[in-house]
């Protein structure tokens, strides 16, 4: 059996709707998809849910600040549980984690997790240490679900480019929020010390790119001024099960549907 994964930032779900997401969702019929900046509140996500993917089942953390964040996960399958828990504090209202459960054809069960990491600025420090402290407690969090003996999967815009590779003006933002040295220790450590498989990374050959995202303004998308900051992670011993992995980029600037672009994987699940 095979179980294909999406995670996309959709810049605004109602947004994202009305320029085309759901002619995406039907070329690429996916299992499982990943949201992030939903920008919604609960009651219109599964509207456009029940309207475009009847059937579905939703995971779907609102931030309190309207118009902000809001994550997702929603699943052709039941979710067998869902939970916004994240270690730590400040992160309750925030709709930057969810994490959604789903039995396997293994009987080990998955637990995807979507993501949205806040930019950071680091000529804040109250704000850098946040998102530090926020990249810390998820590294922390997948390890305890990864104990508990299923397979886990890190997946959303973690808002850190890694390597050099993974952003193309990177001698420019080398001292930045986003490519800062403390945000890809963190990266470093989860995928080195503790052996979680960058998925994108490890089917992308050796870069530069494939680039995420790209900046709406200037020419960015045009030049392939990219970084790559939307992530799918996965445990080692679900990473063994992957098959592929690709950044699904828009054929054109005029025809993107966010300023991401979905990055999918396909597990033999």
Known sequence: ??????TVNVNGIRAAARKGMWDWFGDTEPDIVALQEVRAPTDVVTELLDEHLRGWHV???IAT?????????????PLTSSTSRLGGSGYEDSGRWVEASVDTSDGRGLTVISAYVHTGDAANRDRMEEKLCFLS???DRV????AQGGHVLLTGDLNVAHHEVDIKNWRGNINR???HPTERAHLDRLLGELGWVDLGRR???DGPGPYTWWSYRGRSFDNDAGWRIDYQIASPELAALSKDASVHRAASHGERWSDHAPVVVTFDL
Do not use: P, Q, Y
């Open 65 to 77: 600040s309207r118009g902000r964040a809001g994550v997702a996960v929603v699943s052709r399958t």
């Open 59 to 61: 995971a779907h953390e």
């Open 137 to 139: 407690d998820a590294i």
């Open 1 to 6: 059996m095979s179980l294909t994964i999406a």
């Open 143 to 146: 390890g305890e679900l990864r």
């Open 203 to 205: 089917f992308g050959g």
């Open 177 to 179: 929020a986003g490519f």
